[in-house]
T-cell receptor, first 115, second 110 residues
Framework: DVKVTQSSRYLVKRTGEKVFLECVQDMDHENMFWYRQDPGLGLRLIYFSYDVKMKEKGDIPEGYSVSREKKERFSLILESASTNQTSMYLC??????????????FGPGTRLLVL | KQEVTQIPAALSVPEGENLVLNCSFTDSAIYNLQWFRQDPGKGLTSLLLIQSSQREQTSGRLNASLDKSSGRSTLYIAASQPGDSATYLCAVKYNNDMRFGAGTRLTVKP
């Protein structure tokens, strides 16, 4: 079974702090994704990566950056956290990219609260 | 703009009832459509994936249908159980993009 893990289930940070969210997958997938999920808005894509050191912006990249130094690990970085970044963050991976036929596998999510 | 809409936002039914969840999408040039389940505070679990050339997929008590021309998909749950209580999301994959609905929160009362 594919396993996608996220470093924290719950996180509380203060405005202005730098925040790192880590995601690891164990299936040697090429593609990894970061989404945020907000009530009534569904999932929105922040960034995705189709290979090590490669990244593409999603729909809402502002205020975020990412890092993919190793194939199995994809990090989401909030350079200076703001209250409007309070959300549920979901990481996913897939063998194919957004144009591929197969499913994405999701991690358990990190619920981030920025005070 | 490619939008995915799920109605209703919430649904409460008694145990044993058959029910239908709806998903509509504005752009019919889809690659595939997928239904996910999300338990509170958790990630998404894939339930059914329907390729654009298919009309339906079945898994146990779940049946998902796809009508590309009308931009609709339904998830049918037979003989609902309290363990089916969760949020159900549909996701539509386009070429190089994937759009999610906001989900329907289902409660099955014993």
């Amino acid at each position: 079974d594919v396993k996608v893990t996220q470093s924290s289930r719950y996180l509380v940070k203060r405005t202005g702090e730098k925040v790192f969210l880590e995601c690891v997958q164990d299936m040697d997938h090429e593609n990894m994704f970061w989404y945020r999920q907000d009530p009534g808005l569904g999932l929105r894509l922040i960034y995705f990566s189709y290979d090590v050191k490669m990244k593409e912006k999603g729909d809402i990249p502002e205020g975020y950056s990412v890092s993919r130094e190793k194939k199995e690990r994809f990090s989401l970085i909030l350079e200076s956290a703001s209250t409007n970044q309070t959300s549920m963050y979901l990481c996913a991976s897939s063998l194919f990219g957004l144009a591929g036929p197969e499913t994405q596998y999701f991690g358990p999510g990190t619920r981030l609260l920025v005070l | 703009k490619q939008e995915v809409t799920q109605i209703p936002a919430a649904l409460s039914v008694p145990e044993g009832e058959n029910l239908v969840l709806n998903c509509s999408f504005t752009d019919s040039a889809i690659y595939n459509l997928q239904w996910f389940r999300q338990d509170p505070g958790k990630g998404l679990t894939s339930l059914l994936l329907i390729q654009s050339s298919q009309r339906e997929q079945t898994s146990g008590r779940l049946n998902a249908s796809l009508d590309k021309s009308s931009g609709r998909s339904t998830l049918y749950i037979a003989a609902s159980q309290p363990g089916d209580s969760a949020t159900y999301l549909c996701a539509v994959k386009y070429n190089n993009d994937m759009r999610f609905g906001a989900g329907t929160r289902l409660t099955v009362k014993p």
